[in-house]
Every structure is written in structure tokens, then in C-alpha cells.
């Protein structure tokens, strides 16, 4: 079993920056492949990020892309998303997620087995 743990959310201002971090417990993280989701009041679970097994391969939804990076740690079992330039409609429960299965990039909520409990980050203008 895997769990999954985030932190860094909080409060900010329009052209800020935050860094979430998903601290994963429970298996070698090296054999997993990581995505950052996240939620808005009324809206569905979209993908921001996900990042393969190795690290070396990324992929980012186009709002988020040129400010926001995913990286994982695996020596420390840590993942991280970077956020920078943030507005409004960052607005968000922001969720990671985790999973073995050789699904690229893993768009769908079902390509991925194991879920944080989500950390909310709201953007004030």
C-alpha cells in the first residue's frame, strides 16, 4: 500500500509563488509514476503535471505550462510542484497521485491508483 501526503498549500497573492510537496511512504518511489491534480468548487478533478518513473519525462496542462514544474525526489520518497506566477484561477484543492502501471502521461483520474487527501491553495487578486 501506498500513501500519500501533501503539504504547501496556503493563501497567496496574484504573482506568487507556492511549492506543494507530496511526501509517499509505503514503496520504493522510483517505481512509480507521479501526477498532481486539482479541484475547483463546482468543476471536475484535471490534471495540472505528471512526471514518469525516471523523472526524465514530464507533462503539463497548458494553463499551467511555463509556470509550474513537477519534480521528485526520489532519494527523499518526495514529489514537488513548483508553482510560480499564480492567479486567480489556480484557485484549488490540489491532490497528488501515484501509480506503477505504464500509462503515459496518465490523463484520466483512472490511470492512477493512489491519492493524496488534497491541500487547498487559493489565489487572491
Known amino acids: 500500500q501506498v500513501q500519500l501526503v501533501e503539504s504547501g498549500g496556503g493563501l497567496v497573492q496574484a504573482g506568487d509563488s507556492l511549492r506543494l510537496s507530496c511526501a509517499v511512504s509505503?514503496?520504493?518511489?522510483?517505481?512509480?509514476?507521479m501526477g498532481w491534480f486539482r479541484q475547483a468548487p463546482g468543476k471536475e478533478r484535471e490534471i495540472v503535471a505528471t512526471?514518469?518513473?525516471?523523472?526524465?519525462?514530464?507533462y503539463y496542462a497548458d494553463s499551467v505550462k511555463g509556470r509550474f514544474t513537477i519534480s521528485k525526489d526520489i532519494t527523499e520518497n518526495l514529489g514537488y510542484l513548483q508553482m510560480n506566477s499564480l492567479i486567480p484561477e489556480d484557485t484549488a484543492v490540489y491532490y497528488c497521485?501515484?501509480?506503477?502501471?505504464?500509462?503515459?502521461?496518465?490523463?484520466?483520474?483512472?490511470?492512477?491508483?493512489?491519492w493524496g487527501q488534497g491541500t487547498q491553495v487559493t489565489v487572491s487578486s
Open positions: 512526471i514518469s518513473r525516471s523523472g526524465r519525462a514530464t
Open positions: 497521485a501515484a501509480d506503477q502501471k505504464n500509462e503515459w502521461p496518465g490523463l484520466r483520474l483512472r490511470d492512477w491508483t493512489y
Open positions: 509505503g514503496r520504493t518511489f522510483s517505481n512509480y509514476r
